[in-house]
């Protein structure tokens, strides 16, 4: 089964830096697309930021494009996700997720699997 661990949460003040880190196990990376969801208290998980399956083409949220970098490491089999000059809005758990059907669109939402979360406390 599919395996996917976040690590790197945690509480930043506002304008501050984190960078989240996702291990897979248990699946071919190179054939995934990965992705990386919020979900704040209240509110509709949202697509933050997601990657191709070679890395050459990324997606990322309006709210966070400039501030955000995704990247991945497929030989090692990690995903990261970047985030700078945080604001209290990105308080979220982040979730990493993989999908290894195909798509044109890397805003598709749909993904099949998806690790245990981790929390982003951004204090202002």
């Known amino acids: 089964q599919v395996t996917l661990v976040e690590s790197g949460g945690g509480l930043v003040q506002a304008g501050g830096s984190l960078t989240l880190s996702c291990v897979a196990s248990?699946?071919?990376?190179?054939?995934?697309?990965m992705g990386w969801f919020r979900q704040a208290p209240g509110k509709e998980r949202e697509l933050v930021a997601a990657?191709?399956?070679?890395?050459?083409?990324?997606y990322y949220l309006d709210s966070v494009k400039g501030r955000f970098i995704i990247s991945r490491d497929n030989t090692n089999e990690l995903v990261f996700l970047q985030m700078n000059d945080l604001e209290p809005e990105d308080t979220a758990v982040y979730f990493c997720?993989?999908?290894?059907?195909?798509?044109?669109?890397?805003?598709?939402?749909?993904?099949?699997?998806w690790g245990q979360g981790t929390q982003v406390t951004v204090s202002s």
């Open positions: 248990r699946l071919t990376f190179v054939n995934y697309r």
């Open positions: 990657i191709s399956e070679s890395g050459r083409r990324t």
């Open positions: 997720t993989a999908e290894s059907e195909l798509t044109e669109r890397l805003s598709d939402p749909r993904y099949s699997y």
